[in-house]
């Protein structure tokens, strides 16, 4: 049976009985398909596939040992409550960033079919119950359960907070997915998702925080505060029941698990809310298009007005509107952006930082000068045609290297100074800014001339495709080879600054500060000039490296 042959939710089939329960085995059977058609890909794609699934199961069958063997520990119910709230909130953002990763996730495939909401929630439900997410998310409730659980009111509790624990992350996820349908495949929904590399990265971070904070608590002791406010949000509210009953307190284990029923029949009440607007209403792109009202043009005038004259201003402009426009750009500078500021100040926090640690950021937005001719793909053939002599190719580098600079100067200048005030040792900022300014001018050095030699194309069609199909050795010499050549061109700086460390001449150290800015604005200056002449001399294999893919 096909789903355009099961009858229609709310009517009777010849057989009596509800078109809802023949929708079930339909849509299970159609999830068990997809999952199938996974392993008939390319071998490469075969492989990373099950590569995947396998270590998904071996950390799911990892945590279900560490929590039964947690069992008995005095503050493990503080450890099993947050965790469950964490997985609920990565159920939560998962269709966020990755749309595409599960695609019975998009409603909309399915407004065409003669089907109602209420009968297509519960075969969605069902089918969303299949897969390697819901079995992890099921060994870590069954574990957090076991460990909590004691007497036979905790083992009552336990067998019924397990499956809840997963409907609702389930029905979170649907309900997400389905209320950001229409959001999640327009061109904000692509940003998004190109974006989920920094929530991952930061996310990381937090983690990494977290834990050595916990270790230097002592224990986890120290989760109790949180996990007392967490234990009565769903689903954790759940897993606390489970706890409070082995503990005796009944009325609050009702209360908590309670709590839990309700958020699952409000969620699925969205979810046939969001799903029957989603089927029902029309979208932006069926109504009629009304009058087109002209654009004033007054912010790019404005912004022009700011920015130098001749080809330096509007090539300025171009650049930026790419990093606030183009996805792939916008993801790589809010990456660098947070991630250049959360390690040093990370770092500091834990008391663990230094000053020097600030140079990170430095080179985190370096990097953007790398490939520059890569961001314009195939349009590249325009700036292309306004280059025809050495000092057109200087003008161009010179003036994407500037618009970097607008944003990576005092960006540069901010993180060290934060970082400095957070460890207190002011007295290493000057040499530690001076090194980061010579470090900055380094890699803008080294990735113009890494743009003219090794130019690659970046593909629009992938949220987290970076380099074309046989490209990624270019890649990985412009840009690796390219922060090797940037550390060796600022080995001078760290070569006197080592010395006046050693030395004891510390009252010399100010000066790194101008000698580091110098020293990175003349080292830019000599690389900008270095690669002009290769870039008018290698226009078309640039052209058609960039226009690959």
Same mark, same amino acid.
């Given at each position: 049976?096909?789903?355009?042959?099961?009858?229609?939710?709310?009517?009777?089939?010849?057989?009596?009985?509800?078109?809802?329960?023949?929708?079930?085995?339909?849509?299970?059977?159609?999830?068990?398909?997809? +999952?199938?058609?996974?392993?008939?890909?390319?071998?490469?794609?075969?492989? *990373?596939?099950?590569?995947?699934?396998?270590?998904?199961?071996?950390?799911?069958?990892?945590?279900?040992?560490?929590?039964?063997? =947690?069992?008995?520990? *005095?503050?493990?119910?503080?450890?099993?409550?947050?965790?469950?709230?964490?997985?609920?909130?990565?159920?939560?953002?998962?269709?966020?960033?990755?749309?595409?990763?599960?695609?019975?996730?998009?409603?909309?495939?399915?407004?065409? %079919?003669?089907?109602?909401?209420?009968?297509?929630?519960?075969?969605?439900?069902?089918?969303?119950?299949?897969?390697?997410?819901?079995?992890?998310?099921?060994? %870590?409730?069954?574990?957090?359960?076991?460990?909590?659980?004691?007497?036979?009111?905790?083992?009552?509790?336990?067998?019924?907070?397990?499956?809840?624990?997963?409907?609702?992350?389930?029905?979170?996820?649907?309900?997400?997915?389905?209320?950001?349908?229409?959001?999640?495949?327009?061109?904000?929904?692509?940003?998004?998702?190109?974006?989920?590399?920094?929530?991952?990265?930061?996310?990381?971070?937090?983690?990494?925080?977290?834990?050595?904070?916990?270790?230097?608590?002592?224990?986890?002791?120290?989760?109790?505060?949180?996990?007392?406010?967490?234990?009565?949000?769903?689903?954790?509210?759940?897993?606390?029941?489970?706890?409070?009953?082995?503990?005796?307190?009944?009325?609050?284990?009702?209360?908590?698990?309670?709590?839990?029923?309700?958020?699952?029949?409000?969620?699925?009440?969205? &979810?046939?809310?969001?799903?029957?607007?989603?089927?029902?209403?029309?979208?932006?792109?069926?109504?009629? *298009?009304?009058?087109?009202?002209?654009?004033?043009?007054?912010?790019?005038?404005?912004?022009?007005?700011?920015?130098?004259?001749?080809?330096?201003?509007?090539? =300025?402009?171009?650049?930026?509107?790419?990093? *606030?426009?183009?996805?792939?750009?916008?993801?790589? &500078?809010?990456?660098?952006?947070?991630?250049?500021?959360?390690?040093?100040?990370?770092?500091?926090?834990?008391?663990?930082?230094?000053?020097?640690?600030?140079?990170?950021?430095?080179? =985190?937005?370096?990097? @953007?000068?790398?490939?520059?001719?890569?961001?314009?793909?195939?349009?590249?053939?325009?700036?292309? @045609?306004?280059?025809?002599?050495?000092?057109?190719?200087?003008?161009?580098?010179?003036?994407?290297?500037?618009?970097?600079?607008?944003?990576?100067?005092?960006?540069?200048?901010?993180?060290?100074?934060?970082?400095?005030?957070?460890?207190?040792?002011?007295?290493?900022?000057?040499?530690?800014?001076?090194?980061?300014?010579? %470090?900055?001018?380094? =890699?803008?050095?080294?990735?113009?001339?890494?743009?003219?030699?090794?130019?690659?194309?970046?593909?629009?069609?992938?949220?987290?495709?970076?380099?074309?199909?046989? @490209?990624?050795?270019?890649?990985?010499?412009?840009?690796?080879?390219?922060?090797?050549?940037?550390?060796?061109?600022?080995?001078?700086?760290?070569?006197?600054?080592?010395?006046?460390?050693?030395?004891?001449?510390?009252?010399?150290? &100010?000066?790194? %500060?101008?000698?580091?800015?110098?020293?990175?604005?003349?080292?830019? &200056?000599?690389?900008?000039?270095?690669?002009?002449?290769?870039?008018?001399?290698? +226009?078309?294999?640039?052209?058609?490296?960039?226009?690959?893919?």
């Amino acid at each position: 049976m096909s789903v355009l042959d099961t009858p229609v939710g709310g009517a009777r089939g010849r057989d009596g009985t509800s078109g809802g329960e023949g929708l079930v085995p339909v849509f299970v059977r159609l999830k068990l398909t997809l +999952l199938r058609n996974g392993l008939r890909q390319s071998a490469g794609r075969k492989a *990373a596939y099950i590569i995947s699934i396998v270590f998904t199961l071996l950390i799911a069958a990892s945590q279900l040992l560490g929590l039964i063997l =947690m069992r008995g520990h *005095a503050h493990v119910g503080a450890l099993v409550v947050l965790l469950t709230g964490v997985l609920a909130v990565g159920w939560a953002v998962m269709p966020l960033f990755f749309p595409s990763g599960d695609e019975t996730l998009d409603p909309s495939r399915l407004v065409m %079919l003669p089907l109602r909401p209420r009968p297509l929630i519960a075969a969605l439900l069902a089918a969303s119950l299949v897969g390697v997410g819901p079995l992890f998310t099921l060994c %870590l409730a069954v574990g957090s359960v076991f460990a909590v659980a004691h007497g036979a009111a905790g083992a009552v509790f336990a067998a019924v907070a397990a499956p809840l624990t997963l409907l609702l992350c389930v029905a979170l996820t649907r309900a997400m997915a389905t209320a950001n349908t229409r959001l999640l495949t327009s061109r904000k929904g692509r940003d998004l998702a190109v974006l989920s590399g920094l929530v991952i990265a930061v996310g990381l971070q937090v983690v990494n925080f977290g834990a050595q904070r916990l270790g230097q608590a002592g224990g986890l002791s120290a989760l109790e505060p949180a996990a007392d406010v967490v234990r009565w949000l769903p689903p954790a509210s759940a897993v606390g029941a489970v706890d409070s009953a082995s503990r005796g307190s009944y009325g609050q284990a009702a209360v908590q698990l309670l709590l839990s029923v309700a958020a699952l029949f409000a969620l699925l009440w969205l &979810w046939q809310r969001s799903l029957t607007k989603l089927m029902t209403a029309p979208d932006g792109s069926t109504f009629a *298009a009304g009058p087109v009202r002209a654009k004033s043009g007054r912010s790019g005038s404005r912004l022009s007005a700011l920015l130098p004259a001749g080809r330096t201003g509007p090539v =300025m402009e171009r650049s930026l509107r790419y990093i *606030a426009r183009d996805p792939k750009t916008k993801a790589a &500078w809010v990456t660098a952006l947070a991630i250049g500021l959360i390690v040093p100040l990370f770092n500091a926090l834990q008391g663990v930082g230094s000053v020097y640690f600030s140079c990170f950021a430095a080179g =985190m937005l370096g990097i @953007q000068m790398y490939n520059q001719f890569g961001q314009d793909t195939s349009a590249f053939w325009m700036v292309a @045609q306004t280059i025809s002599s050495t000092r057109d190719a200087y003008l161009e580098l010179r003036a994407r290297a500037l618009a970097l600079l607008l944003i990576t100067l005092p960006y540069t200048i901010v993180v060290t100074a934060a970082t400095a005030a957070v460890l207190g040792d002011w007295g290493s900022l000057p040499d530690a800014m001076g090194l980061s300014l010579a %470090l900055l001018g380094a =890699m803008l050095a080294t990735g113009a001339v890494a743009s003219a030699k090794f130019p690659y194309s970046i593909p629009q069609d992938g949220a987290f495709k970076s380099v074309a199909p046989g @490209q990624a050795g270019l890649a990985w010499i412009s840009i690796v080879g390219g922060m090797v050549s940037a550390a060796v061109l600022c080995a001078p700086v760290i070569t006197v600054t080592i010395w006046l460390h050693a030395a004891d001449l510390e009252q010399w150290l &100010w000066l790194l %500060l101008p000698a580091g800015a110098v020293y990175g604005a003349l080292i830019s &200056w000599a690389g900008l000039r270095f690669a002009a002449p290769r870039t008018a001399n290698r +226009l078309p294999e640039i052209l058609a490296a960039v226009s690959k893919g």
